[in-house]
Structure formats: structure tokens, C-alpha cells
């Protein structure tokens, strides 16, 4: 984990792509702006080995002297991200290919396959040498693996990968037998009788096999993954001492990063908002944060980037305007972020990000109002040490499962379901409550929490349902919705009445799913007599132990229920089986959270974020207003003296526009 | 033809997929069901000879014994629809390739290119191997070739597909010098010196050769109609009593159904209706009967699927809710369907068509509502042995061309133009004035028919027009619109005037075409004074002794025609120059149907379905009540029992919400 | 250039479609419509070279002699748009690739990669057989090169272009350092250490280097322009005195036309508006004519193709009523044309265009209402030799730059700018002002010009800064709009504040851009008191020098300028910080123009269009009125005689609808 007593602040830093006589200047502003760590080294491969086995350092070497002269810490990247030209010219099968068999040329970034041998021993190269030389520099206080794995080649489907997927799987299921069972090949003639008769799921006529779909998934996860490890592994062997990461990239699909996140040292993330997103943005945002978190078994994580002002990549990249670079940093910091980076430090004056914005952009520093909000919040953070190391405290988990995510993204189901959204929608009623989530894998260690919501859980991997049960029967509540508990690890059907192995706990079984038409709305009548409206989807449910919360009045099952509530051992199983609006989830949501004492630190209006982290006997009490009105919030009791302005605050408060108090509770 | 003198009703049967222990069970419910035929082996291919040239038949055996010994027969498939793994690993080259030569490799199914010697002589061998090992078995009373030939390949475009192009144009053109001819070579220098030179129209710059396009269809419609044939043959060796079938698709594109039905001894189909399509979607359904029982020559054919619930592939798969299903197998048989069947028996638990519904759904049977649903159908249908072998008779015909579909969706012409939409437009017309209705190919036989409508019959190939002019002059109505009489079956354009080469007996010419933007809209002032309203397309028409039964009176050429009349011979033809909305096109045809005492057996209200069976001296009248209210119902002098309550009914009847009549008129 | 004495009026004449007993016919109707110039050859390669080396010319003999008893030219093309099958069959590696790899087969057109030698040795040597054959026969008037150059195949990403880059990248580049730093290859670790490591720009992972595409854009455009270059040199050794040209597609984005004018002894292009584009659609057809006569330095043009009534590859192909064929083609005459062509003399009958209309329809010339109208024109430009060789003078340039247009194409930039649009609605103004305007490249010579607007201009190559400077300085008015002055040649951002080096003459700087999204409306408030909107953008300004004639007033950044206006030596410079709404852009333009005393040469009502043309001492001034009503025009003191119908006028006149006037200024 993170071994700092401050807050980390700073960028990746591109020195190569500017002459020498730039870097003191850069190092100068550096420590104006309260600069402590730079991301060293990301794309410097073809700089540091610009040919076969030649590699050159000094350059290097006289940077990383340069920042350490001036007191900046340096997080020294593998340089693997961007393999050079003449990698590619010596060894052309390394290029990706896609699912047509079209290949991925250099030119861009992220040229490699995974299983390519001469890109694995070229990086595994490279790292043991940077590993070997920066091994004792004082300034060297992390290392950052690669960069964004898998953001722009999610997959590859060569002949290298089909081998080693072919190994992968003789790995996972030993024989064939087990694979065709496993597979279901006996659907569509598709058994195999020979290992390399497989191959990975390229283009087909119509819909893939969905066992060899998702298992490709595992496979290609792992297969990055493996380069992770490998470089991780060398890196470790010269400094075992010192934190290793890679930047996730919040709900990126592809990877499963609850296995990822075993083999970093602490996590981190690259957080870009769209200022024109408003506050769902936020929302969304801050879910990323607590996922990073989570991902980091709660320990202290770094936004490893976020822009200064505008990106260059989306149709229209509007500036963040005067202040809401600050109130995204804070709320990193607000969810457990130890430190606040950007890409990048100096604007690039070419290249294919020369538009993305920057600590330094491209009018320079002295007269750019970016700089100035940059180097003031560089200051204001070093006067933050109290918060290095302190944590966030959730009761409430989420779980955001990767293959159920892959599972819910085949071709063929009842109705599409946008699992991410709607994990996102049972996010935001947390986010808009001021209660702490973490999330969590359904294989997870779900000890500490007193509510877990496992939203469209369809693939229930085996022992899942054990847990869940354990989970509940001492005491935890447990709510999931329509479509889960359907399939197992190989998407294999429960026969028998669906929610299959969870039907005892939920108190229920469900005979049919009906998805609704875009537009056609179920009418929901409650137990207290209220109406709501459902849309999207419904179960047809029998219930089988459990009470119906809510019924349906207008589906050709008369009064089918639409909520069950089970109580089970010293636990309480909800179940949605439709689609309800928003003020009818929050409803019920808020009546489960007041069962279980589950409660804001504040009373705020709409618009300000408030989340608590602590160390030792310590609490800090973020308050983040972020909209462009005066907030009044009553502090239920606590008080504490701000660290930003150091006044003292209780009873209530008034928060000024776009202000952040960081009270110190007593 | 079909040997029937019961209804059919099953469904394909996938015993590969369940352990033996399942058999029985299927077996018993098939019973309890009134499962009288299964469709089996359609995917066995793999299990049936899981190595080369090794035959696995023991399976199967106890499979067909166990259906014989419950007194279920079998629709015995060629299992050629999905080629085993060792067989694309062996032969790699018979995986198919789209028009950029992308391969589309195994995973799915239909990954094969038909003119794959190697896939040819494997599924040939598979065939007869079959076909000598069952061609004694009792319980086999029919042969199912393949499975929905190219509903997912619809064409190949690989080297080998090139060569067998060049053979198949030798065949048709002899000379190159006719081949140029043919195309318009000279158009774009594209002129031939050389066999060789020829290629399936790839990926091409812009706009490829229209006649070569055309071509590559009827070849490749030709090339998969090869394999059909090839396996038809071998059965046919072996069991010339055995009626032989291959399913259809409906309105399916790429192939010529009417080339293909001359090769099967009845037509059968797969029928998909979306439920949320409302009466839309009832229309085409029974469009689509139409269809198949047109292709069939009017003798019965086989619903081969449909589902007993909601199918699993589109955005929103909602339910059937209850009674539709059993409709919709009515509405097959009021149309000419001596048997339902489902896909599947038994859902699949894996595999890509897990969520599809079956006849026994997950959940099981005997808590099913779908199983109930599917049982109690199957039960009645046993009581409607009567209805076997009976036929619809229709007066009217409609002209369905393949070829000029394929010509109509080409890149290049005056606008774009959905043919299916349209010609559809014109059977909704019959649908909705329950009057029977067949559809007929440009060049089939028309002796039977009073009226033929030809929409958009853009391509007229030689011969057709004097089979029109034959069929008006001995007292036919014939009906056609806008672009037709264009070009030859070459597509060449008829000069000197288009209507080409039926100018004459339509009593018009026509000098242009004026495609009209969407949103704008043509005033059509009719000869009785009444108005309407046309969009689209006009033609600008100049009356060679037709009479204008309409103008327009907002074109730039004032009053040109916009529906014209001729009398020829004995008969009418009648023209219409711009798309009328859908009440004027009503509105004339209710008149021609009044002129020619076409009328509908029934007088019911909108949604209640009237059509006529009838085999020998019996008249059987269904009738079809598709809304949720009851339907006051005139029999106009007919009067009956119902088959299905025993009831008598004469003068007015009221049906049910959802209800079916089977008259057995006296 | 040409050495016409009357307008020339023709098309395309494609005889070896047809039978040489249509040639007759051909000539015939072609005095009868006034023809007195056809382009002939275009596609005929495959008969004139039918076999590698044979050559059979006898059959165009025949035509040309044919043509040239008639008194009709013939504008000979080299014949090269469309190779051969029997050179694809041969040397197949001659087929473009796309960035994907996917080739491009023969059959359509245009199949064909400029950097196989195959292609140009071929190409090469049919244009130096027609040269040589055809050098002394008398009809033959004008040279003719391939057809459309780039309209299907924009770029191809084969080996062979990757070698030819190569080359050019040596040619440009001289060292791999100079590349390195031009590329700005130290970005993402693209560093290149051999010339071989390069490749086109093919299908990457994620955006590819800027540089790099925009090199790829400049070499494919030369790559292309060699061909072009090479069989005009040929032509020019045999022909030195005979003008020659290759058709150019209006605003085309692929190719420099820029640099392709400098190789053609006259411009022409190919104009087809769609008829339902409106008064829209006659500006943009406008603007095209002014660019073409741009391109060829003012000198009078050809309008080498347009159609007759209705196009067959849009997906609606509206005829063109009555009269409106005649206003575009003197459309094209009024803004500089000498001479009006079809796309095609007689209409295919078979082939990917033979739904486009013709100059003889299918119908046949003699009951068609196309061809009279086409006889008519024909006819009626006979009378107007005195218009031969006049032109058109303006006193405003529009920059329009292709390179500038590339960069913001890239993929990454503050937000996506539609260049050519933006540069249309400057167009735009003048059109309806009825004020002339060339359009010119950002180093062309602009001498003649009081007012230069150059929207947009991101990429301001090395020079031009000065040119601009030289421009204003000297008197000359400079407007330029958000986001110029950004990037050099090679697209590396001119740091230390935006509008870099042309900061000094505008007297402002740029700290930020701030795209807006769709929908934000920003408020201008102009120093009159007045308001106005804007959206899209906004740049934020800082004044040095400058003053701010309008203001933002809802930006964050209170009061930023919207325009600016700074008094450069003798001239002017304005700079629009917002895209302002179109009312307020004509209210700053029409200022301007009053300040500058640009004046329309009458004052005519909307969709009137007023052109004068100028040769020796004469002046003929034409209005067209595109209206279906009457026009009032004052002619503001001029007084002439209508070339048409021989009437006099002055003072004010009424344009009948549709009506077009020629007035011979006295």
C-alpha cells in the first residue's frame, strides 16, 4: 500500500518531449504549484531503447536527479505501454488483431498482443533494467506499470492467442469432456474432439458459443493480467519495498478487476468526467472513486489523472469552469483518494493529445488562469497531512460482477439489460443519500457490511449462493432483482424455477420473465395502498415464503408480485422483479436503510456531498457544495475546525457556492 | 406432398443436449402433450460422427425406438446444418467469407461455403449414411433437409465460390461475347477478354456491375439450392415413398423460393411473429403462410417453428400472453397448414438460443403455464383429424419476384424502394377484407386466378410480358404500379418508352419518373371527384387508350395521370402511377374486387380472421377472433358445427375474446 | 487555357455501348441540340487496348470522323479511369487497400492504386498511343485526363504506397531526425530509428499521429497528382498547343486541389445540386463554380458534367422541373463557365448508371420533354460568342485550404469543426449579397483583393503569417474567426498563447477555447447597444491592441470579447471569437462591405442572382431568377441589351419567373 504522510499531488511528466533546457524550468514551476509526484516514463520506451538490447538512461537519470534536487517524488513507469517501431518492424506478428482478423498497426499506441512472446520478453526486458538501474534512487518512490491496459485493444484474436487460450483452457478444464460440458457444445454440433479444433470467438455467422465468449473474457483478463504480473514480479524482486500500481479506468468492461486488483500494491484510476454532464457526472464519478477504493480493499488510492481543464477526445470538450477542477479533486480525496494527479504536466505541442489540457498549457504558466487554480490547490493540499492514510467506513455494499457484466452483454436474453447503468442507478441513491457504498465482488468478503444489493446478479457462480445465505442468515439484508440467480459459471441454465439457487432465501420462484416494449408502463400498487410505475421488464412470481411489498395490476397475471421481502434466519431477502421508477426504488430503499440505522453524517440539500474518513480516533467530514448556490446543512450534532480556512463549525452551516470544508471533527 | 391424415404438432427435438435419463421423461410429456411428430438430428452432426467417417448411429436408435414405442413419429433431419469442429479443422478452406474476405469461422453454426467440395461430400456421406441406416424405420415418416438454409450466410464470396461462379455463367452464357452482352460490359470498361477474369462482386470502389450483382444472387441461390438437391436425391434413393422438406423462412431475401419449392415434396416454414407487432404483425404472419403455401402449390405445408413463449433474439423478447399462441397455430391452419410445431421441445439449459422458449420451459412442466398452454392444443388438434389435407382456394394472386427484389435493392435508381413493404401493402388489403390470396412468381401459373396484382415489377423477364397480355385477353384484371416493366431479367433497360414491353395492353407510356422527397405530398383529384392524397413517386404518364381513373393536380405537369384503366381483350389492366395513401388504395381495390364478385365469406369486424378449407365435398370456415373483445360475427347464409365445441351456429355468431370457430359448413 | 470563341455545349458520349447504327442517329441529334463538344473515351480502355499491347483505334476513328463531319468536337479523354479486367487478372497487386487491408476489387471503376507501376506503365502507355494517334485529326480540340480522380478511392494503405511514402517522407524530410521532430514522434513512443519502420497511417488501436495523416494526405494527393502529371506530359509532347484538363469535383476533400490547378491548362468540374436542396443547394453549386474558376486562376472554365433531369445515387432523385436545367447552366456561364456539359449525351441502357439521366433519354429524343429542353439551350447558347473568354472579377477572396481542412479533420481537437460548413456560410453572405468572390489558398496571390476572410484557418503553414501581415499592412482588410493561427505545417502548436504569430495584427491574444454543447446559447452584446446569439465556441480573449466591437455577457469569464477589430498598418484586422448567429454575421459583413464600398452591381430581390462578366471593354451583367414569381431589379444605372431576347432595359426591370437576362452593358 501507499506509504505516504501527505497527499500526493502532480502529473505524468513527458520530458522527452521537450528539450533539456525546458526541464529546469519545468522542475521551477513544479514546486510552485506544490508538485511532490510525477508519473516518470509512460511512453519513453523508444527514448530508453532505441534499439535492440541498447539501452539509454542518462537522459533519464538526469530528469529524475533534476526533480529530486527540487524535492519532487517520482512514480517511475515500466515504459511498456507503446512498444517502438523497431519492435514492431523486427517482429510484425506482435501487432493485435481484431475479431475480422484485421490487424492493429503501429502508429497509434497499444500495438501488442498480449501473447506475443517477443513483446513479453521485450517489456519484461525493459522493466528489469529500469528496475535494476532506479533500484536505489531516493527519488523513486512507486511504480506505475504500463499504462490503461486493455483501453483501446480490449481483445485480440490471433493465432498466438488461440494457442495459448487453448492452454488457458486445458488449464481450466483438464480434459475435453469437461470443456464440451462445460461449453455446451452439444447445442449446434459444436463438440470438440481435439484441443485444436478450438479457437477464439472470431467473426461467426450469427451468435457465438456464450460459454466460449465469456471464457475467451477470463482468458484475455488474464492474459494482461499476466503481463502485469510479470513486470510486477521484477519490479518486486529489486524493490520489494516499494508500492507498485497500475491506472485502472473506473467501469472499464473488458478486465475483471477484482482479479487485477490482487496483484497491485494500491490502486488507482484515471477519472474525466464531462464537465456538460452535470450532476449525474458527479455521481458516476464518484462511484468510479468508490469502486477504485473498494478494488483497494479500502485502503488509500490515488487519482492517477484527471485534466486541469479540457480533454480533446470528445465531440465537444468544454472547460471545466474557475473552481470545479478544485471540487474534483476534493471529492477524490472526499472518497479515500491520498493524492490528486493530472495528465499531464506541460501541454504536448504535437502529437495526438497536443488539445488535452494540461498543469501548464499550451499560453505557458505565468499568464494562464488554469496554472494559477492548479498551483493554488498544490498549495492548499500540503496543508492536508492530517487526512494521509485515513479511510472511508461503508455498511453497504454493492456487487459489481465482471462476467455477470459479460454474461449480460451476450447477443441472446430476454431483453437487452444494461448492467452498468443499472448497478449505476442503485449507486446514485446511495450518492445522493450521503451514505458511504463500497463495491463488491459476489465472491467477496462481504463481512462488514450490514446491506448488500446485488442488482441482475444473472450468473451466479457456484458457492455464490452459500455465501449469500451465510450472509443473511447472521443477520445481513440482502436485495437483488429480476434476472438474477439465473446461470452458473458456465452459463448453464438452473432448471427448475428461476432465482434457481437462491429461490429459498428470496422466499419465491419465478415461473417466466415478460420484458416490456420501450414505452409500455406496469402499474405497481403497494401494500400501504400507494401506486407506483414499473416499466422495462417483470417476473412472473410465486411466492413461496415471502410477503409482496408491491403487486402489479395490469399484467395478464393479475396482482403478480412486483416486491418480496423474505425474512430468512436473522436477515431480511428483498426481490425486485420489475423495473420500478426512481421515486419508488428510493422509497424503498430509504425504508430499508432507516431499518437498519444506516444514516447521513448531515442533513444537505441536493447538490452537496458529504463522506466521512478516519484514522485512529480521528474523523474528517468533507463537505463539497457543488452547485452555484449558498447551502445551508445542518451537522446533526458533529463538530470541528476546518482544515481548509481553520474556522470551527457546528449546529448548522452555511456552505458558499462551489465551497469545500474539511472539518475535523472533535 | 404430406401423407397426413391427422394434424401434425411437436416440435424439434435436441436429445443430444440431456442425458438418457431425460428420454423418458420427454417421452411421457410428449404423450400427456399430444406430441404426434419431432424434428430430430437437426444439430447432431457432431454427435452422429464425431470423427471422420465414424458413424455414430446407437443413439439415435434407442432415440427413434423410445418415439416409436409412445407412438410419435419423426421428421428426420440430414444434420448438415452445422459441420463438426474436425472438419473445419481439417478443412479450414470451407469456412465462408464475406464480400471484404472476412472469414467467418466455426463457433456457431452455417459456417460452411456450399461450394465446398469438402463440406459437400462430408454432408452427402452424412446423408446417405443416414438415409440407408433409417430408411426402414417405422417411425421416420418424413426427412428434414439442413435447417434454414442462409439464414445467416447469405452469401460467399471466397476463391473457390469465384471458380464455381465462372462455370455456372459458362453454363448460362456459353460465350463470353453473350456474358458482355448481358452485363453491359462495355459500360465502365469492364469488358471480359477471358473467363478468368470474372469474380464474384467483392468489395468493389463503387456501384459493381447491377447484372453481375443479379447473377451472383441466382448463382449463389442456385449453389446452396445444389446442396438441397444433393442430399434430396439421396434420400429420395433410398425412401422415394417419404415426403422430403427443407424449412423456409418466410419473406426471406436472398434465395428464390420459387426456384427452391420445385424441389421439395411439401413447404414448410419457421414463423416468428414479435408480439408487440400488434395486427401489423398478425398480416405479415399470414402473408408469410400464404407465401409458403403458394410455393407449395397450394397444398398443405408445415408450421415447422414457432415458439411457445418469446424467442430470445430481439432487443425486447415480451411474452405471448395467454391464448396467443394457440391463435397463432390456428391461424396457420385456417391458411393451409396441416401441422404445428414448435422450436423447441425442451429448452436448452446452454448454449446460444438458451432463453429461447420451448414446450417445456425451464421451470419444468408440470408448473408451467406454457406447458398447460402447449398440452391442452395439442390435445384439441387430435380432434381435428377432419381438416387433414384440405386446401385454401384463392382467386387472387399476387406477384412476388425474387429477382426483381434483388434488382429493386440495388445501389443505383430513381429511389430507393422497399419492395417487400410494398408488395406486402397489397396483401394487407386482402388480409384485411378476409379474402383468400396467393402468391404467384412472374412466370408461374396464373390460369386459376380472376385478378393479379404485379407491384413494382421493375424487372419483366422475356416471356412474362406475353403471359400477361395472355392472361388479360382471356378476361383477367391485372393490376400494376410505378417502375415496372423497366428492364429485362439482364437488367437492360426497355427503351422507347417505359412499361416497355406492356405498354400496350396497360393503354399508357411513361417518359419520366419523379421520385418525390419525403414530406412531400401529391394531390390526387379522382374522375368521381372525390380527392386523396399520393407520395413518394410519380410517374409522368401519357394515356395511350387507357382512361385516367385519377390525376394529379399539384405536379408540374398539370392533370397527369395518376391511376389509369384499359380494357384489353376480355380483361382490365390497371396502372398506378404514384403511391397512393392507404384509403384511396383501398378504396380501388374494394371496387375491382366488387366488379369481379370477389367477396368474403363472412361480413366480421376488424381483427376477426375469416378464411375457407376445403377437401372434397367439406367446407370448413375459421374463424378468428385476435382481439380481447367480443366480435358480432354475419356467416352470410353459411351455418355449421364447430369442430372445436361441437356447437351449431348459422345467421350471426358472437365469438369470444380471443376465440376460434371451426365451421364444418353443411 | 482555352482558345474558344463560343461556349462550348456537349457530354460525355460513351459509343461503344451501343451499335454503330446508333452512331448516325447520334450525330444527327447532336446539331440538332447544338452540340458542338462531346468528351469521348472516358471508359473506353478495355476496347481501345482489348489485349496487353493491342491497340484498336479503328472504331473511335470512326466515331471522331463521324463527330467531326457533323462540326462537332471532341474533347479526347486518356481513357485510364478504368483499368481493364485483363490488367487486374495480371497484376491483381494493382487493387487499392482501404486502412483495414481489405482490397478493392474490379468491377466497378476507379480500381486501381497510383503507386503500381503496373497501373501508370500501362496507363502511360494507352495515353502516348492516343497522343500519337490522335495528335493531327482537327476535331479533336481539347485533352481530357482519367475522370474524377479520388471520388471512390480517397486513399489506398498498400505495400507499395508504404514504400512510395517512404520515399516522399525522404524527399520532404531529408533525415529521420527532421521526421522524428516534425512527427513529434517523441509522443507516445513513436520514435522512428529507420525509414522502414513507416508505414501509412492503416487501421491503429487509437488515434494515429497527426503529422503522420496529414503527410499521408499530402502524399496520396501527390501520389495521385502523378498520374495526372504523367499523362499530361505525354499529352503535351504530342499536343503542346491543345488545352487539357481533368474534371474536378467541386469541394472534393481528398486532394490539394491547390496544387493540382498549377497542372491543368483549364479548370472544370462536375456540378450536381439536388433539385430538393433549395436556395441552399444553388449557393453551395454557386460557391463550387467560384472555386473552380479559382482554382484555374479566373480564367473561364468548363462545366464538364451535369445531368439532363434526375441522378440515380441519391436516395431520393427528384426530376428537375421545367427550366431549371437551363437557370444551373447559366448559373455556371454567369459565374465564369465558357462551355455546358452533360453526364451523358445518350442514357445506358444497362450498367451501374443507367438510371442517370442523359441528354437523350430512354424514351428517345423525340417525344421527351428533356431532350427539348436540352435542343433548346443548345440552340439558344449558340447566340452568345461574345460572352466567350470574359470574366469574372472579385474583390474578395475566401481562404479555403486543404491541409487546414485535413487537420480538422483529426480525430482529437477541442471539439469537432465542420470546415468546409463554416467556410460556406462565409461563401454564404456574398452570394446573397450579390458581391463576386474567389476563393484562395492561404499562399496564393492575393493582390487583387480589398477583403480577405479566412475562417478557421487552425494550420498557418511557415510564411503566410507574413503574407497576411504584408496583406493588411498594404490596406487590405483581414477577417479571421476562433481556433486560426493554432498549429504550423506539421500540426505543432505555436506555444505562449493562441492565434500565435498572427496575434500582432489581430491585437489580441487567446488564453482558452470553451466549445459549447449543443443547445448553450451564449449572449453577445455588441458596442451599439444591440444583441445578438452565439454558440458552438467561444475563444477567451485577451485585447492587446485590439478593440472588442461585441462581448459575451452569461460566459464565466465576465464581458470576453466576441469580435474584435484592430487597425493594422493601412488595413484592418477582425477576429470572431463565437460562431455568432447568421444575422449577426451579415450585420458585421454588410459593414465591412459598406466601409470597403463593395457594392452588388443591382439591387434584386431574394433568389435573384446578379453576376457580371468582363472582357475587353465589355460588360455583360446576367440575373437569374430562381424564383417562381416575379422579380423587380433596379439596375442602379446600368442599361444594356439583353443577349437573349435582343430587348433593351434600364432603370428597373421585372424578371419574369424563372426568367434569366444577359445584359450587354452599354
Chains 1, 2, 3 share one sequence.
Not at 533534476?66 to 513507469?77: K, M, N, P, Y
Not at 515500466?78 to 484485421?102: F, H, I
Request: net charge negative.
Amino acid at each position: 500500500m501507499l506509504q505516504n504522510t501527505h497527499l500526493y499531488y502532480g502529473g505524468d511528466y513527458n520530458p522527452e518531449q521537450w528539450p533539456e533546457s525546458v526541464w529546469q524550468e519545468d522542475a521551477r514551476l513544479m514546486q510552485t504549484a506544490g508538485v511532490n509526484l510525477v508519473s516518470l516514463g509512460i511512453f519513453s520506451w523508444a527514448k530508453l531503447e532505441p534499439a535492440p538490447g541498447q539501452y539509454e538512461f542518462a537522459w533519464l537519470d538526469r530528469v529524475i536527479d533534476l526533480l529530486h534536487q527540487h524535492g519532487i517524488s517520482v512514480d517511475l513507469a515500466t515504459a511498456t505501454a507503446s512498444p517502438p517501431a523497431w519492435l514492431v518492424r523486427r517482429y510484425p506478428e506482435l501487432l493485435p488483431q481484431d475479431a475480422n482478423g484485421t490487424v492493429l498497426h503501429s502508429g497509434s499506441r497499444q500495438h501488442y498482443c498480449p501473447n506475443s512472446p517477443h513483446y513479453r520478453e521485450a517489456a519484461a526486458a525493459l522493466t528489469r533494467q529500469l528496475a535494476e538501474h532506479y533500484r536505489h534512487h531516493p527519488a523513486v518512490v512507486m511504480w506505475h506499470i504500463n499504462n490503461e491496459y486493455g483501453c483501446h485493444v480490449a481483445s485480440c484474436f490471433c493465432d498466438r492467442c488461440a494457442a495459448a487460450f487453448r492452454g488457458w483452457l486445458k488449464a481450466r478444464y483438464a480434459t475435453l469432456d469437461a470443456l464440451n460440458e462445460a461449453w455446451g457444445t452439444a447445442f449446434w454440433s459444436q463438440w470438440y474432439g481435439d484441443w485444436e479444433e478450438i479457437f477464439p470467438p472470431r467473426k461467426t455467422p450469427t451468435m457465438a458459443n456464450p460459454a466460449q465468449q465469456i471464457d475467451y473474457k477470463r482468458f484475455y483478463s488474464d492474459s494482461v493480467l499476466a503481463l502485469h504480473r510479470r513486470e510486477y514480479e521484477i519490479i518486486k524482486e529489486h524493490t520489494p519495498g516499494l508500492p507498485v500500481t497500475t491506472n485502472f479506468m473506473g467501469f472499464f468492461g473488458p478486465f475483471d478487476y477484482h482479479q487485477w486488483a490482487r496483484h497491485v500494491d494500491f490502486t488507482s484510476w484515471d477519472s474525466y468526467p464531462d464537465p456538460n454532464d452535470g450532476v449525474n457526472g458527479l455521481a458516476v464519478n464518484a462511484a468510479a472513486h468508490d469502486l477504485t477504493r473498494s478494488l483497494g480493499g479500502g485502503k488509500p488510492f490515488l487519482l492517477m489523472e484527471q485534466v486541469s481543464s479540457q480533454v480533446s477526445w470528445r465531440p465537444v470538450n468544454s472547460l471545466k469552469p474557475p473552481g470545479q477542477m478544485r471540487l474534483h479533486s476534493y471529492q477524490a480525496v472526499s472518497r479515500g483518494a491520498d493524492g490528486v494527479l493530472f495528465f499531464q504536466w506541460r501541454a504536448a505541442r504535437a502529437g495526438a493529445e497536443k488539445y488535452h489540457g494540461a498543469m501548464v498549457p499550451h499560453v505557458g504558466a505565468e499568464r494562464s488562469r488554469v496554472f494559477r487554480e492548479v498551483a493554488d490547490l498544490g498549495r492548499e493540499l500540503q496543508t492536508l497531512d492530517a487526512l494521509a492514510g485515513s479511510r472511508v467506513r461503508a455498511k453497504v455494499g454493492i456487487v459489481f460482477d465482471y462476467p455477470n457484466w459479460w454474461a449480460l452483454n451476450l447477443e441472446s436474453k430476454p431483453a437487452q439489460l444494461d448492467y452498468l447503468s443499472r448497478v449505476l442507478e442503485y449507486h446514485r441513491f446511495f450518492y445522493d443519500a450521503n451514505l458511504p457504498v463500497d463495491f463488491v465482488s459476489a465472491d467477496g468478503d462481504w463481512s462488514g457490511y450490514r446491506l448488500v444489493l446485488a442488482p441482475h446478479l444473472c450468473q451466479l457462480r457456484t458457492g455464490v449462493d452459500e455465501r449469500i445465505r451465510t450472509f443473511v442468515r447472521d443477520g445481513g439484508t440482502f436485495l437483488t432483482t429480476y434476472f438474477s440467480g439465473i446461470t452458473d459459471e458456465n452459463e448453464h441454465v438452473i432448471l427448475g424455477g428461476y432465482a434457481g439457487k437462491i429461490s429459498d432465501l428470496l422466499g419465491i420462484w419465478v415461473e417466466e420473465w415478460d420484458p416490456q416494449p420501450p414505452g409500455r408502463i406496469l402499474h405497481v400498487q403497494w401494500a400501504d395502498g400507494t401506486h407506483s410505475e414499473a416499466s422495462d421488464w417483470c417476473d412472473l412470481v410465486h411466492l413461496q415464503g415471502a410477503s409482496a411489498l408491491a403487486v402489479l395490476t395490469n399484467h395478464f397475471i393479475s396482482k403478480t408480485p412486483a416486491v418480496t421481502q423474505n425474512a430468512y434466519g436473522k436477515g431480511q431477502a428483498y426481490y425486485l422483479a420489475a423495473q420500478l421508477d426512481a421515486a419508488a426504488r428510493t422509497k424503498l430503499l430509504s425504508s430499508i436503510c432507516r431499518d437498519l440505522d444506516l444514516e447521513a453524517p448531515v442533513d444537505a440539500p441536493p447538490g452537496v456531498e458529504a463522506t466521512l474518513r478516519e484514522k485512529n480516533s480521528s474523523r474528517f467530514l468533507f463537505l463539497l457544495n457543488h452547485t452555484n448556490t449558498p447551502a445551508d446543512v445542518c451537522l446533526k450534532g458533529h463538530a470541528g475546525r476546518d482544515l481548509l480556512s481553520g474556522k470551527n463549525h457546528n449546529g448548522r452551516t452555511i456552505l458558499a457556492p462551489q465551497e469545500t470544508l474539511i472539518l475535523n471533527l472533535d
